[in-house]
C-alpha cells in the first residue's frame, strides 16, 4: 500500500478504538488521538486537527493533514437509554436517548453534502462517520416524514432527498442534493470486554467514503 492510501482506514479505526463515549465530544477526542498515534506508527509526517475551521465551508469536526492535503471527516454519536460501566476506569455513566430522528439522519446527510464541497475545493476525499446503539438508524422502516432521509443498512442514496411534506418543525431544513451515489453499509462496533452495557448494548458504525468529484 502506498503512504497516501494507507494514511486512513476508517473501519479499521474504529475496530481499534473499542470505547463507548459520554458524548460526540468525547467520540471525536478518542478517534483523533487514535488516528493521530496511527499515522505517527506509519511515519507518515501526517497529522491530526480537531475543529478544522475551512475559510470557505466553515468548521469541519476533524481533519488529517497530509503532506500533499487535507482529509476532512465529519462525526455523528447518537445513543439510547443504556448503563455504561468501564471496569478498567472505574468509571459508570448513564447514555440518553436523544431521539429526534430526523435531525440525526438529516444531519448525517448534510454531513456528506458538506464533505462534497469540500472535496471539490481542497481535490480531496473525506469521511463522514456515524455511531449508535439505536436500531431506529440502521433498520428498515417507514412510515414517517422523513422517509427520503433514512439511512437504513443497503440504502442508497443520491441526487435530491427532501422531506415528503413541510412541517413547522423542519422549516428551514431544505432539501440537500448530493452529487454521487453511495450505499450505505453499517458494520458492528465492538466495545472492550472490561465495558460492561446494560440496556442497548449493541453499536453499529456508518462510514461514508466521500470522493472527489469526477471530472
Known sequence: MSNQS????????????????????????????????????QGSGGTVRLEWTTEQAGNVDLAI??????IPIELKYKTKDAEVHDTRFGEKFHLSRHGDYDRGMYGFIKDISHLEALSEQYDTHGYAIFLTNDPNYWEKKEGAVYDPLRIYEGRVIENELNWTEERSWNQGRDSIHLDQRYELNWIDYSYRPDIEVDGADEFKALAVKVPPRSP
Open 6 to 41: 494507507s494514511l486512513i482506514d476508517i473501519e479499521y479505526s474504529l475496530w481499534r478504538l473499542e470505547g463507548i463515549f459520554h458524548k460526540e465530544d468525547h467520540f471525536k477526542l478518542e478517534l483523533g488521538l487514535l488516528l493521530n498515534k496511527l499515522l505517527e506508527d
Open 65 to 70: 493533514r497530509t503532506q500533499d492535503r487535507v
